[in-house]
């Protein structure tokens, strides 16, 4: 098995962006995995098409690194339901302390499908936007799961299977700076223009942080991320 190639878990959004760039500044073969779980922001299939012709047009020197793009179905997340992500349900607290956009076993389906993806691809190395530092509350972002989630899958597959969280530990500011850093203000325009993380998945208003609707806690996040980025 080649170990020089990544799998970016990639949604389209600022956070799977940069860790995409991240893995392209290390990696020799870059392939991406999407995941159609009946999310509401049904645009988050067409944007990350949209972000990935960007890189590769605006970056030529990523390009040839730029391997396969996969989605993967997991109908059953939203088969399961009871989240504002995959059904008509408000943006608020729950009654267990956390969002209702928290989708239970998400991150842990998801790497586990693209370790299964990996595993017939070759690929060892899986790198994911988690964040423990701005994140929503999500238990399956935090380091602890992720650790035992790679750990579980290394053991279930009986072949190494590494994820990388380059965002885990810093804020959506210097998840901003992250990308300069990786690629400069063209990186960092690209992923204001040109993802989505609007939890309504609103590509129609446009700030001086990006798309979105504004109003939703991802919109919320992103704009004080990245108010604090330019201010620094
Ligand atoms: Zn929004």
Redesign the pocket.
């Known amino acids: 098995m080649t170990t020089d190639g990544a799998l970016v878990l990639f949604s389209g959004g600022q956070d799977s962006t940069t860790c995409l760039a991240w893995a392209l500044t290390r990696f020799a073969r870059v392939e991406t995995v999407g995941f159609d779980y009946g999310q509401r922001h049904r645009i988050e299939m067409k944007v990350r098409l949209d972000v990935l012709s960007a890189m590769q047009a605006r970056f030529p020197g990523w390009k040839p690194k730029m391997g396969e793009d996969h989605v993967l179905s997991l109908d059953v997340l939203k088969q399961i339901g009871g989240t504002a992500l995959t059904g008509a349900m408000a943006i608020e607290m729950g009654a267990d302390g956390l969002p209702t956009t928290f989708v239970p076993g998400r991150n842990v389906m998801f790497l586990t499908a693209a370790a299964a993806l990996g595993y017939r691809r070759g690929i060892a190395d899986l790198v994911g936007g988690m964040c423990e530092t701005d994140f929503s509350g999500y238990p399956d972002c935090r380091d602890k799961a992720i650790v035992a989630v790679s750990e579980a899958l290394t053991l279930a597959l009986a072949r190494r299977v590494s994820v990388h969280t380059p965002l885990m530990w810093i804020d959506k500011a210097a998840t901003w700076s992250l990308a300069e850093e990786l690629g400069g203000t063209a990186l960092v325009d690209l992923i204001r223009d040109e993802t989505a ?4 998945g ?1 590509r129609v208003r446009r700030h001086e942080w990006g798309y ?5 806690p ?3 996040l992103r704009a004080k991320g990245y108010m604090k980025y330019i201010s620094r």
Do not use: H, I, K, S
């Open positions: 993380t609007c939890y309504e609103n979105g609707c504004g109003v939703c991802a919109c919320d």
